[in-house]
């Protein structure tokens, strides 16, 4: 199979997990990256290997050796580089959040649509074992009637002047983490009559209009119940996932982590299985998903659907006005 020919908008820490250090072993080929810091573009293409460094995000767009652009910038730049990324012709690998507000999501969506270009959202969790195995045993039937579906999204505090703070840049808890909790009460609303109703929402704010935690309770169609929570100033890590119902709960302790905890936990009665699915990183799943569907030869799964983030945008949306916090103000694509 022929290798993508990326290109890279932001010289990030989330641009070498997600793309860089995958591709190390694939035939992919990391072709050119664009940064607001010259200086700093060129460091990150000398330490990973990039072919050359561009003159700006406008310059990646249209070098002709570039096939799919991985927009990784602040939140508040997502949408409106992803709507030049897609009326440049190229094809889009966008980190999460798709968009600042379900109102940017739409009208990206809409722009993709209208050009004909692919895109592919980055909520990596999904494409690996450790998730495609929970989902199996809840759909098995092995834990009985889903009840309640919980995801506890929890990391240390980012420094002061990280972007996750700022209210321009899209910053929040809700942003960075929650798009993940919502997402897997999303995939597996399916089976539980449809999408949740948002039933209560708090938040804890850290400046005007950033929440650093954030919780919120849901309602799925059949009666189940759904929680999540995010904080991204906890004492330590957790991203668990779990799922409870009639007969037991199954539970990935660090299900969006798995290469530091690949573990899934199955309890039925009094009875506890521990399987292990592996410790390879999620993005390695995901750069072969990515791959594959752009090559033709795999679908695109819903979850890295354009129309799935539309969807996690407008809870999220949901969740701030419950909350009292302002939706993420719309960003400006600046160079």
Known sequence: MSGLRIGLLGASRIA?????????????????????????????ARRFGVERVVEDYAALLADPEVDVVYNALPNALHAPWNLQIVAAGKALLAEKPFAGSAAECREVREAAVAAGAPVFVGYHYFHHPLYRRLAEVVAAGAIGEVTAVETRMRMPAPPPDDVRWSLPLAGG???????????????????????????????????????????????????????????????????????????????????????????????????????????????????????????????????????????????????????????????????
């Open 173 to 335: 808890a809700l942003m960075d983490l929650g798009c993940y909790a919502v997402h897997t009460l999303l995939m597996i609303a399916p089976s539980l009559g449809g999408a949740p109703v948002l039933v209560d929402a708090r938040a804890g704010e850290r400046s005007p209009g950033v929440d650093e935690w954030a919780d919120a309770t849901y309602r799925f169609p059949g009666g189940a119940e759904g929680r999540i929570h995010c904080h991204i100033a906890a004492p330590g890590w957790e991203m668990s996932h779990r799922v409870v119902g009639t007969r037991g709960e199954v539970l990935a302790p660090m299900y969006a982590l798995p290469h530091r905890d690949d573990r899934l936990i199955v309890r039925v009665g009094h009875d506890e299985r521990v399987e292990r699915l592996g410790t390879t990183p999620t993005y390695d799943f995901q750069l072969a998903a990515l791959r594959g569907y752009l090559t033709g030869t795999a679908p695109l799964h819903r979850g890295a659907t354009m129309d799935f983030s539309v969807e996690i945008a407008e809870q999220l949306d949901a969740i701030y006005l419950a909350t009292g916090l302002p939706l993420r103000p719309a960003g400006v694509a600046v160079a």
């Open 16 to 44: 070498d997990e997600a793309v860089v250090r995958p591709s190390a072993t694939t035939p992919d080929r990391l072709v050119a990256v664009a940064a607001r810091d010259r200086g700093r573009a060129e460091e990150f």
